[in-house]
């Protein structure tokens, strides 16, 4: 780790970092939790932690990140930098001209949905899961017009359906790589792929430079909203188990409803005896 210039920031404590209490004003400038690190970082300008420390249980303290601090001079450097990000994130992306790549990110994205809904609804996250299931169908629509559009242009190759019913286009040299859709020709004939896997693994790569999720968005959700010519085949689906109960064992019912738990209902009310010495 790098040593700290105590010149540059006076005043630190023995870890190396200012606390919300005893921070110097006068000295620095104070950034907040936004991002705006990522500038720092990049133009090189020393920073350090400010630090909130907050009593956890009993005598724990446990200390929380609640901004960075900067020396007070090196504000010219990061105020231009500042603008030039919002000024670029205001601005609308272009449109990306690969349509395989675009497809292939939203893919991903809408890959990385389903599982984080999953997820979530495995650990009875309810509200997240509605909230990622959301995303997921947002990318799956997004993916569906990147994969007509480049059908349309040549750019893909329908050969039939897979075990599940799905369509299946081919690309790339040999037809390495394909992509999986509910969305078949219409009137072609639905050959069947055997063996082929419906979750597709393949090698990580690297993020593609130029591309990001803005980006890609915006040249999906620019391309023609229109099926005329493909029909749409039912999605499989995943059957869900039902909850457990953790009295029994049993699918079907949580413990509240078990019917093998030994407790008393208040309705029910107490023994006239129970738990009272007369």
């Given amino acids: ?139 799956y629509r997004l993916k569906d017009r990147g994969i007509i559009a480049a059908h349309r242009a040549g750019l893909l190759n329908y050969i039939g359906a897979s075990p599940q019913g799905m369509a299946v286009y081919e690309y790339g040299q040999g037809g390495m790589q394909c992509f999986h859709s509910t969305l078949h020709p219409a009137g072609v004939v639905r050959t069947p792929i055997e063996g082929h896997p419906e979750t597709l693994l393949v090698a990580a790569r690297e993020k593609a430079r130029g591309i990001s999720l803005r980006r890609v968005k915006a040249t999906l959700s620019s391309l023609p909203e229109d099926t005329t010519g493909y029909e749409r085949s039912a999605p499989p689906r995943i059957e869900r188990r039902g909850p457990t109960c953790w009295e029994c064992g049993e699918e079907g019912h949580i413990a509240r409803h078990c019917p093998d738990r030994n407790f008393i209902h208040w309705e029910e009310g107490y023994p006239a005896n129970f738990g009272v010495t007369m």
């Avoid at 006068?26 to 630090?51: E, Q």
């Avoid at 909130?52 to 231009?80: M, N, Q, W």
């Avoid at 809408?110 to 979530?120: I, Q, Y």
């Fill in 1 to 139: 780790m790098t040593a700290v210039d105590h010149a540059l920031f006076p005043r630190l404590t023995s870890y190396g970092n200012y606390t919300e209490d005893d921070l110097p004003i006068d000295c620095i400038h104070r950034i907040p939790l936004d991002g705006t690190i990522r500038h720092v970082k990049r133009l090189g300008i020393p920073f350090v932690p400010i630090v909130c420390v907050d009593l956890a249980f009993g005598r724990t303290y446990k200390p929380r990140l609640v901004g960075y601090a900067i020396p007070a001079h090196e504000r010219s450097k990061l105020v231009p930098a500042l603008r030039a990000a919002k000024r670029h994130s205001q601005r609308a992306p272009s449109p990306h001209p690969d349509l395989i790549l675009c497809a292939r990110e939203a893919s991903k994205e809408a890959h990385r949905s389903r599982d984080e809904a999953s997820g979530s609804y495995e650990l009875g996250q309810y509200h997240w899961a509605g909230h990622w299931s959301a995303k997921k169908r947002e990318w």
